[in-house]
């Protein structure tokens, strides 16, 4: 068992897994964008898409969403906030 299974259980661990892949992947498809932004943390050459969104868990389920005062485009805010609905089925739902 690894962690993220130990952490989010049998059901959670394989939808955190697609998320953070997800997630990836939309920072990969945007890459110039960030590469071309400067990052808050010191530590990294440039802005990653995790400086952008906050995820946090408790007993009722997971919270996903773009910091406020963010300043991503609206094509990527909209893009991370569909993946999360996908995945955690929740379109149609405010």
Do not use: W
């Amino acid at each position: 068992m690894d962690e993220t299974e130990l952490f989010y259980g049998n059901k959670g661990a394989p939808k955190m897994k697609r998320l953070k892949e997800g997630l990836q992947k939309i920072e990969n498809k945007h890459s110039e964008y960030f590469e071309e932004r400067n990052s808050p943390l010191s530590i990294e050459k440039h802005d990653r898409l995790h400086n952008h969104y906050d995820m946090n868990t408790n007993p009722n389920g997971v919270f996903f969403g773009i910091k406020p005062g963010s300043d991503l485009k609206e094509e990527i805010k909209i893009e991370c906030q569909n993946l999360f609905n996908k995945i955690f089925k929740l379109e149609g739902k405010n």
